[in-house]
C-alpha cells in the first residue's frame, strides 16, 4: 500500500467513527507513523509502506477512531511558539488559551521582571509560554495533580526553561499564597457538572475531569488573587462561552478596577481581566 492508499483509507475508517476533521488527521496520524511532515507526504505519495509502518500508521488510527483526542494519539501539540509534550494527565492546549497568554504579554509590556502565578497549570502551557516570550519573567505553577505536575516538569525540562518556571504542588482550596505578583492567571475548570454528557467524546471520555469540571474555581481564584497581588496586578482568567459577563461582573464586584473582556479566535468573548487597585 502506498501513501495515497494509507491516507484514503484512513480518512474513510475515521469519518465512519465520526471523527470530526478525518483527512487532517489522517495526515497527521501517517506523517507520526512515517517520520515526515504533513507537507511532505504529498512529495512521497506514491511511496510504499513497508510493513512495520503499516503496523504503526495502523495502531495510530485505532486510537484515534476510539476518539481518544489525536493530540494525545500523538503525544505532543503544539502551543504558541512550543511543543509541548500532552497525554491523559492534563488538558490539551487549546487556541483560547493562547489568547489568555497573549493578554498577559500585553498586562507585562512595561514590567522588567514579573512575577507571575499560574493557578492550575496542567501541561504548563500557559507558565512556560510567559517565560518563553517574556525575557524577564519569573513564574510559579501551581497545580493540585501530582500527574499534571510531573507532565509539567517533563515539559520544563523539554522547553529548557528551568530556572525560569518553579513548579509547586497547592491545591486551591486552600487559598493562594506567596507574592506579591504582578499578574495571576488561571484556565481554572469551569464546565457544569450538567453539562459534562454533552461534550464531544474526545473530552467527555479522555481529559481529565477535574481540570475541566468545576463549581465554584473561578470564584475562589478571583478572591485568592487579591491576597497576592502587588497594587495594580492583574488578573487574567479564561471563561466558559457565555459567562464573560457574570465573570467580569464578578471581578468588579470584588474590587477589581479596568475589568475587560477579550474574544477568541471564534469571536467569543473568553477571556476576562481586571487590575487589583486596592
Known amino acids: 500500500m502506498t501513501v495515497a492508499d494509507v491516507l484514503g483509507r484512513s480518512t474513510e475508517h475515521l469519518a465512519a467513527k465520526g471523527v470530526p476533521s478525518p483527512r487532517v488527521d489522517a495526515e497527521h496520524l501517517l506523517a507520526k507513523a512515517l517520520g515526515l511532515s ?50 491523559r494527565r492534563a488538558l490539551i492546549p487549546r487556541p483560547e488559551t493562547e489568547v489568555v497568554v497573549e493578554r498577559c504579554l500585553a498586562l507585562l509590556t512595561d514590567v522588567a521582571e514579573p512575577r507571575v502565578l499560574d493557578v492550575g497549570t496542567g501541561t504548563g502551557a500557559i507558565a512556560l509560554a510567559i517565560a518563553d516570550e517574556h525575557p524577564g519573567a519569573r513564574v510559579t505553577a501551581i497545580d493540585s495533580s501530582a500527574d499534571a505536575l510531573a507532565l509539567a516538569r517533563e515539559n520544563l525540562e523539554l522547553t529548557g526553561l528551568a530556572g525560569r518556571v518553579e513548579l509547586v504542588a497547592s491545591d486551591l482550596s486552600a487559598g493562594l499564597t506567596g507574592g506579591p505578583y504582578d499578574l495571576v492567571v488561571s484556565n481554572p475548570p469551569y464546565v457544569a457538572p450538567a453539562e459534562i454528557d454533552a461534550l464531544e467524546p474526545e473530552v467527555r471520555d479522555w481529559e481529565p475531569r477535574a481540570a475541566l469540571v468545576g463549581v465554584g474555581a473561578t ?21 466558559a462561552d457565555g459567562a464573560a459577563g457574570r465573570v467580569a461582573g464578578l471581578l468588579t464586584g470584588l474590587g477589581y478596577a479596568d475589568v475587560g473582556r477579550t474574544e477568541d479566535l471564534a469571536g467569543h468573548e473568553r477571556v476576562v481581566e481586571g487590575r487589583w487597585a486596592r
Not at 470564584?219 to 502587588?230: I, K, M, S, T, W
Open 38 to 87: 504533513r507537507l511532505e507526504l504529498y512529495t512521497q505519495y506514491d511511496r510504499p509502506l513497508s510493513d512495520d509502518e503499516l503496523e504503526v500508521c495502523r495502531t495510530l488510527v485505532r486510537r484515534r477512531a476510539a476518539r481518544e483526542p489525536l493530540a494525545y494519539v500523538l503525544g505532543e501539540w503544539g502551543f504558541r511558539q512550543l511543543t509541548l509534550r500532552v497525554d
Open 219 to 239: 470564584e475562589a481564584v478571583a478572591e485568592g488573587a487579591r491576597d497576592v497581588l502587588r497594587p495594580g496586578g492583574w488578573l487574567v482568567l479564561e471563561v
